[in-house]
């Protein structure tokens, strides 16, 4: 059974139900966030917490950011779960007319769900290499996903498991993730900017790889760059650290396998997620 939190009330999935004049429903007017609970612990909190703040200015909507975690503390007590992917949206709720515009008086729709997961180490896997076709103000974890949709599917559709993705030739992200590659002992990924999503997972990488004395280099990244890199490898907070071995168009990367430095970063990240 999967529970969930509806504007603070907690119920079974089953049972929720938002109007279907909900503006999340019908102009993607919202955001999220998605978090991993590993043994039990929210992992990095704080971070999504201040990212969902950041979301929430991007679009003007006025939401206690602390009580939707008190909403799934609560939630996550009910589910019983111990290891779950986290999901929390929030949508400027619904109105009694469709306009573009901001209703005046208005509730915000706040949806939590905790579902079974575990978050680990996954086999290095194939991404496709596409235009990035997105709005160009991808810092704003929004909802409104069709972009990243389409990208998706379209790696599914390949075989492969993301769509890394680009602008005239320059790395954005991917379809689900952020972009890094190591080359010649510096990890690089592209720079903070409106083209990505400031990624948790991104932010703890560029922090293990500074305590670990690697050299870092956040300037941006050249398609071409990827297949003359030793790894490439995505990150979220569901997937961690997943080496990319080969991309198309482009061909294997490196040797075809992730190169020792990688899997250094993997296992402190593996670690910090599971003793933090
Ligand atoms: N970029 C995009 C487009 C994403 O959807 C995600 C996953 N939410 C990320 C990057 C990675 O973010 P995080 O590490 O916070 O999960």
Known sequence: MTWCALNGTLMRLEEAAISP????????????????LVDGVLRARDLHAARLTQSLR???????VDAIFDSMDALIERSGLSDAKLYIQVTRGAAPTREHVFPTTIEPTVFLTASPFTAGALTPSRAIVRPDIRWHR?????????????????ARQHGAAEAILHRDGEVTEASTSNVFLLAAGVLRTPPLSDAI???????????????????????????????????????????????????????????????????????AYQALLHHQ
Do not use: C, W
């Open 58 to 64: 991007g679009i003007q909507l006025d939401v206690s």
């Open 138 to 154: 991808n810092s704003i974890k929004s909802v409104s996903l069709l972009g990243n949709v389409l990208l998706a599917e379209e």
């Open 21 to 36: 004049m909900d503006r999340g429903f019908l102009f993607g007017d919202g955001v999220y966030e998605v978090l991993a």
């Open 197 to 267: 999503l400031p990624g948790i997972t991104r932010h703890l990488v560029l922090e293990l790889a500074e305590a670990h004395g690697l050299a870092i280099d956040e300037s941006p990244v050249m398609i071409d760059e990827l297949t003359a890199a030793e790894t490439v490898f995505v990150t979220s907070s569901t997937r961690g650290l997943l080496p990319i071995v080969a991309i198309e168009p482009g061909g294997v990367i490196g040797d075809g396998i992730p190169s020792p430095q990688f899997e250094n970063l993997q296992n």
